[in-house]
């Protein structure tokens, strides 16, 4: 029994236990389930005759706010016992988490940690949560969510890294790395890692109304060139899994389409691992009213190239029966059985499929995680306005720390936690008193506005943080107004009244509208849902033993009406960008945020400014610390391909640097652009680099005013 082998390489054990296989066991390799109390003996039956491909662990299909421990590690043997000892090839079971941003130490949510423009700090947190799931019997997670979202209603923004396809492909590889590791010349990853998937494929973003799980129309050009890269980066990088998206997309379900599923993930990109729907995303085909019924759904999906489906029954209830109409065949069974089978012996569940009991990691969180996830919370905060204010003085001597995410917990750590503990969760008041032991914090209870009123005003600085609940993003929360949830707006402007120096902090999980309210404070820290510890980096931030250097991963808008707005747009005829009513322009242009100190960003260079296709110009800048403190700046290179076949964005991001400097500290910045940065997806789909000329632009976000230019010739 040569599968049983673990001398040998994954494909060989793969190709020896097919040979093995009945329809049936392969059939219920492609099955992931969800065992309930009611189903739980059922499901052991069903192990017995046929063994299971995977099992989520999740308490309902929308996890994320749901808060479910781990499942006990007892019942995770008990179940995998039963597959590995008591079914016919003894096949270990895949168990499946979302685990989105960390496991037992949460890190900020995706989008705060592309604000860090990190690709390496991102790597470190899939790297913790990888451990610290795995060591808790996790072998897979449905993550990292690479969907671009030009539309902050839309609740899911959260899980991303932002509008801009570039820092999204940079970030989605370094989450895989960091979840997967890389695996050796057998085909077999490191045994601390799980297996990553990304998702959801494709174009989840664009739903229409920013109404999850709606409706989306994207173009052919603006798919590849906007919503894919992310997904084309993350099978570069060797991702085991992707998910299929929910929603319908250009008239197809993306559960069901082959042109999404095998002619461009698997023709295209050359993905070799398996893909999963999303939670009934299959049985979802008949609600898009494309399938007729479970049959129908199970034919087209499969066939698109679904090689197993989450929770919804259409393929163990008709793929059979399939296969043996000739609708689908022996070969395709085994193709995608295949495909699950090498993910198990990559991940050496053959050898070790079971938890190792007691499980420290569920007993605390490991001190040095939670200094990753500090740094990384205060790496990704915006510094988006500052008059002077910040950073604070530890010499202050009465501190006001008020509004209701003053002493909040469970909106620290995000909207998809599963074992993250709250009651571990300090509070900003804790935080705040724990950095400044000397001074006297004033709080205020969240609901008596007069308290937090008198509070402010008995002080010398006044620190407001407002924001939104966990609840009110993440999956299905999508809302209409990008204004502060109720009462908010009018608390800070009823604080800006009283005319103390005032910081606002915003704990928030997408872009908020604060155009009226920026007027009413001295400085804006824009916080995000920072973790287990981001109170903690949030006061770091605030008295300046961290100098904040996080930019936006996303442009956040003047108002709701100017949705979508990103920097990244077409170029136009005729002007127009501008309403009767409103600047076209964002309120905060993606890229964008402060320091405390001030850089120079000058001297742009390149190496030529004439080349064949194909050749790489390499374009570079001094950037100086001009101020009196260390800091970071993220230095940006866009770049516009002047005239094209089809229309081009007016700049598109293609390098960015984050760099540390002492005082005076001067270093130049370099960036290649080559074929990969130029090329485009253009008429019929081809990637291609059109000879001509190109703009570059070199600063410290997407207006970036340094300018040059570079003609390549065929
Ligand atoms: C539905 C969500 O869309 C997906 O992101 C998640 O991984 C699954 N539920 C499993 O919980």
Same mark, same amino acid.
């Given at each position: 029994?040569?599968?049983?082998?673990? &001398? !040998?390489?994954?494909?060989?054990?793969?190709?020896?236990?097919?040979?093995?296989?009945?329809?049936?066991?392969?059939?219920?390799?492609?099955?992931?389930?969800?065992? @309930?109390? #009611?189903?739980?003996?059922?499901?052991?039956?069903?192990?017995?005759?046929?063994?299971?491909?995977?099992?989520?662990?999740? &308490?309902?299909?929308?996890?994320?706010?749901?808060?479910?421990?781990?499942?006990?590690?007892?019942?995770?043997?008990?179940?995998?016992?039963?597959?590995?000892?008591?079914?016919?090839?003894?096949?270990?079971?895949?168990?499946?988490?979302?685990?989105?941003?960390?496991?037992?130490?949460?890190?900020?949510?995706?989008?705060?940690?592309?604000?860090?423009?990190?690709?390496?700090?991102?790597?470190?947190?899939?790297?913790?949560?990888?451990?610290?799931?795995?060591?808790?019997?996790?072998?897979?997670?449905?993550?990292?969510?690479?969907?671009?979202?030009?539309?902050?209603?839309?609740?899911?923004?959260?899980?991303?890294?932002?509008?801009?396809?570039? !820092?999204?492909?940079?970030?989605?590889?370094?989450?895989?790395?960091?979840?997967?590791?890389?695996?050796?010349?057998?085909?077999?990853?490191?045994?601390?890692?799980?297996?990553?998937?990304?998702?959801?494929?494709?174009?989840?973003?664009?739903?229409?109304?920013?109404?999850?799980?709606? @409706?989306?129309?994207?173009? *052919?050009?603006?798919?590849?060139?906007?919503?894919?890269?992310?997904?084309? &980066?993350?099978?570069?990088?060797?991702?085991?899994?992707?998910?299929?998206?929910?929603?319908?997309? %250009?008239?197809?379900?993306?559960?069901?389409?082959?042109?999404?599923?095998? *002619?461009?993930?698997?023709?295209?990109?050359?993905?070799?691992?398996?893909?999963?729907? *999303?939670?009934?995303?299959? /049985?979802?085909?008949?609600?898009?009213?494309?399938?007729?019924?479970?049959? /129908? $759904?199970?034919?087209?999906?499969?066939?698109?190239?679904?090689?197993?489906?989450?929770?919804?029954?259409?393929?163990?209830?008709?793929?059979?029966?399939?296969?043996?109409?000739?609708?689908?065949?022996?070969?395709?069974?085994? *193709?995608?059985?295949?495909?699950?089978?090498?993910?198990?012996?990559? !991940?050496?569940?053959?050898?070790?499929?079971?938890?190792?009991?007691?499980?420290?990691?569920?007993?605390?969180?490991?001190? #040095?995680?939670?200094?990753?996830?500090?740094?990384?919370?205060?790496?990704?905060?915006?510094?988006?306005?500052?008059?002077?204010?910040?950073?604070?003085?530890?010499? @202050?001597?009465?501190?006001?720390?008020?509004?209701?995410?003053?002493?909040?917990?469970?909106?620290?750590?995000?909207?998809?936690?599963?074992?993250?503990?709250?009651?571990?969760?300090?509070?900003?008041?804790?935080?705040?008193?724990?950095?400044?032991?000397?001074?006297?914090?004033?709080?205020?209870?969240?609901?008596?506005?007069?308290?937090?009123?008198? &509070?402010?005003?008995?002080?010398?600085?006044?620190?407001?943080?407002?924001? #939104?609940?966990?609840?009110?993003?993440?999956?299905?929360?999508?809302?209409?107004?990008?204004?502060?949830?109720?009462?908010?707006?009018?608390?800070?402007?009823?604080?800006?009244?009283?005319?103390?120096?005032?910081?606002?902090?915003?704990?928030?999980?997408?872009?908020?509208?604060?155009?009226?309210?920026?007027?009413?404070?001295?400085?804006?820290?824009?916080?995000?849902?920072?973790?287990? $510890?981001?109170?903690?980096?949030? $006061?770091?931030?605030?008295?300046?033993?961290?100098?904040?250097?996080?930019?936006?991963?996303?442009?956040?808008?003047?108002?709701?009406?100017?949705?979508?707005?990103?920097? %990244?747009?077409?170029? @136009?005829?005729?002007?127009?960008?501008?309403?009767?009513?409103?600047?076209?322009?964002?309120?905060?242009?993606?890229?964008?945020?402060?320091?405390?100190?001030?850089? #120079?960003?000058?001297?742009?260079?390149?190496?030529?400014?004439?080349?064949?296709?194909?050749?790489?110009? %390499?374009?570079?800048?001094?950037?100086?610390?001009?101020?009196?403190?260390?800091?970071?700046?993220?230095?940006?290179?866009?770049?516009?391909?002047?005239?094209?076949?089809?229309?081009?964005?007016?700049?598109?991001?293609?390098?960015?640097?984050?760099?540390?400097?002492?005082?005076?500290?001067?270093?130049?910045?370099?960036?290649?652009?080559?074929?990969?940065?130029?090329?485009?997806?253009?008429?019929?789909?081809?990637?291609?680099?059109?000879?001509?000329?190109?703009?570059?632009?070199?600063?410290?976000?997407?207006?970036?005013?340094?300018?040059?230019?570079?003609?390549?010739?065929?």
């Amino acid at each position: 029994m040569s599968y049983r082998n673990a &001398a !040998l390489p994954v494909a060989e054990r793969v190709a020896d236990l097919l040979t093995r296989m009945t329809i049936d066991e392969k059939i219920f390799q492609l099955f992931q389930t969800f065992i @309930t109390d #009611e189903n739980r003996e059922e499901v052991k039956q069903q192990i017995r005759a046929t063994g299971l491909g995977s099992r989520i662990l999740a &308490a309902s299909n929308l996890a994320g706010n749901m808060m479910l421990r781990m499942a006990e590690l007892d019942d995770l043997n008990e179940i995998q016992r039963i597959a590995v000892e008591e079914s016919r090839l003894g096949i270990p079971i895949l168990h499946g988490r979302d685990v989105i941003h960390g496991h037992r130490t949460v890190f900020p949510i995706p989008l705060a940690m592309a604000a860090t423009f990190d690709p390496a700090a991102m790597e470190e947190a899939f790297r913790i949560a990888a451990q610290e799931a795995r060591a808790a019997g996790v072998h897979w997670s449905f993550a990292p969510m690479m969907d671009i979202a030009r539309d902050p209603r839309w609740g899911r923004i959260i899980e991303g890294f932002g509008e801009d396809p570039y !820092l999204g492909a940079r970030m989605a590889e370094a989450a895989v790395y960091g979840f997967q590791g890389d695996h050796n010349e057998d085909g077999y990853w490191p045994s601390d890692r799980i297996l990553a998937c990304a998702k959801h494929y494709v174009g989840y973003g664009a739903a229409e109304g920013g109404r999850d799980y709606n @409706t989306a129309e994207i173009s *052919d050009h603006t798919l590849r060139n906007i919503y894919l890269p992310p997904f084309k &980066a993350a099978v570069r990088a060797g991702v085991g899994s992707v998910m299929s998206a929910f929603h319908d997309l %250009n008239g197809e379900s993306a559960s069901g389409s082959r042109y999404l599923l095998t *002619d461009i993930l698997r023709g295209e990109f050359g993905f070799d691992g398996f893909v999963v729907s *999303d939670w009934g995303s299959v /049985d979802d085909l008949i609600h898009h009213r494309v399938a007729a019924d479970e049959r /129908d $759904a199970a034919r087209i999906a499969f066939d698109a190239g679904v090689d197993m489906e989450m929770v919804s029954l259409c393929y163990i209830h008709h793929l059979a029966e399939l296969i043996q109409a000739g609708e689908i065949s022996h070969q395709q069974l085994d *193709d995608a059985c295949g495909r699950v089978l090498a993910a198990k012996f990559s !991940l050496g569940l053959f050898e070790n499929p079971y938890v190792e009991r007691p499980n420290p990691v569920n007993l605390q969180m490991p001190a #040095e995680n939670l200094q990753a996830s500090r740094r990384t919370a205060a790496r990704g905060m915006v510094l988006l306005e500052n008059n002077g204010l910040l950073p604070l003085s530890k010499e @202050t001597r009465r501190i006001a720390v008020i509004g209701p995410y003053a002493d909040q917990r469970r909106a620290m750590l995000g909207s998809w936690v599963n074992d993250g503990l709250t009651d571990e969760t300090a509070t900003l008041v804790e935080a705040m008193c724990a950095a400044c032991p000397q001074a006297e914090i004033l709080t205020a209870p969240i609901g008596l506005y007069d308290e937090m009123l008198m &509070a402010a005003a008995g002080a010398d600085v006044v620190i407001l943080a407002v924001g #939104e609940s966990n609840a009110r993003n993440g999956e299905n929360n999508h809302v209409a107004v990008l204004h502060l949830p109720a009462g908010q707006d009018e608390l800070v402007r009823a604080v800006g009244k009283i005319g103390k120096p005032t910081v606002l902090v915003v704990f928030s999980g997408r872009p908020l509208v604060l155009t009226d309210l920026v007027g009413s404070v001295d400085a804006v820290l824009w916080a995000w849902h920072p973790g287990s $510890a981001g109170a903690y980096a949030a $006061a770091d931030v605030l008295f300046g033993d961290i100098n904040p250097g996080g930019k936006l991963p996303v442009s956040f808008p003047r108002a709701g009406g100017q949705i979508p707005v990103h920097y %990244n747009a077409n170029s @136009t005829g005729k002007g127009g960008s501008d309403y009767l009513d409103l600047p076209g322009k964002p309120l905060y242009p993606f890229g964008f945020g402060l320091s405390y100190t001030t850089f #120079e960003i000058s001297d742009l260079r390149l190496s030529q400014d004439q080349f064949k296709a194909g050749e790489t110009v %390499n374009v570079s800048v001094q950037v100086q610390n001009s101020g009196q403190r260390a800091g970071d700046e993220i230095v940006q290179c866009y770049i516009q391909d002047c005239v094209s076949h089809l229309t081009r964005p007016v700049r598109e991001l293609k390098g960015f640097r984050r760099v540390t400097l002492q005082p005076g500290e001067s270093r130049r910045v370099e960036f290649a652009l080559g074929p990969d940065e130029l090329s485009y997806y253009g008429p019929s789909g081809k990637w291609l680099l059109e000879p001509g000329v190109f703009k570059v632009w070199l600063g410290n976000d997407s207006r970036a005013a340094l300018e040059g230019s570079f003609t390549v010739t065929p």
